[in-house]
């Protein structure tokens, strides 16, 4: 089955204690992206990937990191998480197409706590 | 810089009633839209998108949109609603030039329909 996978699906952790929340995909996409999704402000753009070893910031980077170094993988670092952090985190993949990339394939989320 | 406004919060109609949630869209080329649905809990799923052509454009579940270039806009549309309907609406635009691999979302409007 096609998909997008996330683990954990739910994280509780404390300030500062480093964390990485994995994404994988089976589809063979050139594109990945993280996104997180907070009430009111829609899905905002974290980073994304074009290819393996090809990363760029998305609208807001900041707190964040990622690689590439596999194409089915796009892992998501905090290095040191704060409470601003705390929302529900997407992983998503696209292939490409007519006039640049597909439609996106979403993971089932990460839903993250930082206390 | 693009964006997509959906203005309302929230849009309630009975079932059976057609529906109609709406998207307005602002980039610099030429627009690549899709509109995505979320049900509870879950991921982010793919509706229907336009690259070009047909200004109607006909997706998953019955839904379908119409992109309308003088407007800027491009609203979803069902006929007939259904209570399994109700779930949150995200419409999404990137430039379809490509270079530019962002893809941007509105905030998402919730629609409920009651039996």
């Known amino acids: 089955e096609a998909q997008v996978t996330q683990n954990p699906r739910y994280l509780i952790t404390v300030t500062g204690k480093k964390l990485t929340v994995t994404c994988s995909q089976n589809?063979?996409?050139?594109?990945m992206s993280w996104y997180r999704q907070d009430p009111g402000l829609g899905l905002r753009q974290i980073y994304y990937?074009?290819?393996?070893?090809?990363?760029d910031k998305g609208d807001v980077p900041e707190g964040y990191k990622v690689s590439r170094k596999e194409k089915r993988n796009f892992p998501l670092i905090l290095e040191s998480p704060s409470p601003n952090q705390t929302s529900l985190y997407f992983c998503?993949?696209?292939?490409?197409?007519?006039?640049?990339?597909?439609?996106?394939?979403f993971g089932p989320g990460t839903r993250l706590t930082v206390l | 810089a693009q964006s997509v406004a959906q203005p309302e919060d929230q849009v309630n109609v009975a079932e059976g009633n057609p529906l109609t949630v709406k998207c307005t869209y602002s980039?610099?080329?030429?627009?690549?839209l899709f509109w995505y649905v979320q049900y509870p809990n879950r991921g982010l799923q793919f509706l229907l998108k336009?690259?070009?052509?047909?200004?109607l454009v006909k997706g998953s579940y019955g839904f379908e949109a119409e992109f309308n270039k003088s407007q800027t806009s491009f609203h979803l549309k069902k006929p007939s609603a259904l209570v399994s309907d109700s779930a949150l609406y995200f419409c999404?635009?990137?430039?379809?030039?490509?270079?530019?691999?962002?893809?941007?979302f509105g905030k998402g409007i919730t629609l409920s329909v009651r039996p």
């Open positions: 336009y690259i070009t052509g047909d200004n």
């Open positions: 990937s074009m290819n393996v070893e090809v990363t």
């Open positions: 980039v610099s080329g030429n627009p690549y």
């Open positions: 998503a993949s696209s292939s490409q197409g007519q006039g640049g990339w597909n439609e996106q394939f």
């Open positions: 589809m063979n996409h050139e594109y």
């Open positions: 999404a635009v990137r430039d379809f030039a490509g270079a530019n691999s962002k893809l941007t």
